[in-house]
């Protein structure tokens, strides 16, 4: 299988697209689209908790749950991480706000990075699979906050996306040259 990966890099820290499983990433944390009863359910959420085993669910359980456009930690079990940070993003038409609330999710997982100190985070793309947030408006959007993140102080030095499909992947790719281009030219 093909392999498609970009960097770019940001003062101290590198910002990685790469198209794959997020369970086969090597990082401190790894980012779940959870829903807000941690209750586990199909995409990125199955693959995470089939391949990291039941502690994570037990760890899950012991939480409760989490509010739309915030995240939680609880340890990896079997995967390659030292946390997984469940965020919970807006479902697409049901929230209002939703931009704001997907913000938020991806900034609610920077923020524990921060606060355990993490060097490497992988993110899905939050909400743009069972909440159908369409990838055309959520790409900018995961971009947008995570480049505004790291262009400050951050213990972050690698910050990852990972894209379940080609054309995920593609869309994401050029939603950063987009993204790029324009605050260049601003
Ligand atoms: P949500 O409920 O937040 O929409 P989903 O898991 O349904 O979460 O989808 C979010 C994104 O994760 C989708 O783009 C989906 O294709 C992708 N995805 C599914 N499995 C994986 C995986 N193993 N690694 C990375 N991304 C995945």
Do not use: W
Not at 14 to 34: F, K, M, P, Q, W
Not at 93 to 116: M, P, V
């Amino acid at each position: 299988m093909d392999i498609f990966m970009s960097t770019y890099k940001f003062l101290g820290t590198t910002l990685v697209l790469l198209r794959g499983s997020i369970v086969d990433v090597h990082v401190d944390a790894i980012v779940n689209a959870a829903n807000s009863a941690l209750a586990g359910g199909g995409g990125v959420d199955g693959a995470i908790h089939r391949a990291g085993g039941p502690l994570i669910m037990e760890e899950c359980r012991k939480v409760g749950g989490c509010l739309t456009g915030r995240a939680v930690a609880t340890s990896a079990g079997r995967l390659d991480a030292k946390y997984i940070f469940h965020a919970v993003g807006p479902i697409y038409g049901h929230h209002r706000d939703a931009e704001h609330l997907l913000a938020s999710a991806y900034e609610a997982c920077l923020e524990l990075a921060e606060q355990h100190q993490v060097t490497s985070i992988a993110f899905p793309s939050i909400s743009t699979g069972v909440y159908g947030y369409p990838l055309k408006e959520a790409a900018p959007i995961a971009l947008q906050t995570v480049i505004d993140h790291i262009k400050k102080s951050t213990s972050l030095q690698q910050v990852m996306f990972v894209l379940f499909s080609n054309d995920d992947y593609a869309m994401y790719e050029q939603t950063l040259v987009d993204l790029l281009a324009e605050q260049h030219n601003n």
